[in-house]
Structures are given as structure tokens and as C-alpha cells.
């Protein structure tokens, strides 16, 4: 079983800061692209950018130059650093990850729970 869990979301005012911090679990062999993911009300899930392994990052141009992602692959985690944050920002933040879990080298896709950030004009 492997798990995704993410912390940090919350109530922030427009030009502040959050960091969400996702933490994977369970029967883990190494973990391939780590993400973050976005869905406001009444919208489709949205790409906010992704790091892989070596730490290569790719960002959504609406959070270019205000979100930055980073991982420590020691400890299976992924962070989202927040600033500058804006009212349209508001939306349940989801961690993603391709996860290796055999020696095959098979990866399975998982996702998280969810946590929301509301950004207040």
C-alpha cells in the first residue's frame, strides 16, 4: 500500500505565502515525477508543475515565477512554496506521484487527498 499525504493548506490573504508539503508512504522502491495538481470550484483538475527525480521542474505559466516546487527523495517528499498568491490561486491542492514499487520497475500512479487553499482578496 503506498499513501500520499499532504499538509500546509489553509487561509491566506492575496500577496501572501503557503507551503504544502506532501509526504509518500508505504511500499516504495523510488519515486519517478512528483506533482502538484489544482481544482477550483466548478473547474477540471489543473497542472501547477512537477520535479522530477534529479530535480527538473516544470510549472503551469499562471504560477511561473511565484510557485516553486522541490522534493527531498531521501524522505519521499515534495513541497509547493507559495508567494505572491492570488484570489484565482484558491483551490484544493492534490499531490501526485509515479511510484516505483517492484523491482520490474513497474510505476504506479498515485494521488492524494487533497488540501484547500483559499486566497482572500
Known amino acids: 500500500q503506498v499513501q500520499l499525504v499532504e499538509s500546509g493548506g489553509g487561509l491566506v490573504q492575496a500577496g501572501g505565502s503557503l507551503r504544502l508539503s506532501c509526504a509518500a508512504s508505504?511500499?516504495?522502491?523510488?519515486?519517478?515525477?512528483m506533482g502538484w495538481y489544482r481544482q477550483a470550484p466548478g473547474k477540471q483538475r489543473e497542472l501547477v508543475g512537477t520535479?522530477?527525480?534529479?530535480?527538473?521542474?516544470n510549472y503551469a505559466d499562471s504560477v511561473k515565477g511565484r510557485f516553486t516546487i522541490s522534493r527531498d527523495n531521501a524522505k519521499n517528499t515534495v513541497h509547493l512554496q507559495m508567494d505572491r498568491l492570488k484570489p484565482e490561486d484558491t483551490a484544493v491542492y492534490y499531490c501526485?506521484?509515479?511510484?516505483?514499487?517492484?523491482?520490474?520497475?513497474?510505476?504506479?500512479?498515485?494521488w492524494g487527498q487533497g488540501t484547500p487553499v483559499t486566497v482572500s482578496s
Open positions: 508505504g511500499s516504495i522502491l523510488s519515486i519517478n515525477v
Open positions: 520535479i522530477t527525480s534529479d530535480g527538473s521542474t
Open positions: 501526485n506521484a509515479d511510484i516505483v514499487r517492484t523491482t520490474r520497475g513497474f510505476t504506479y500512479n498515485y
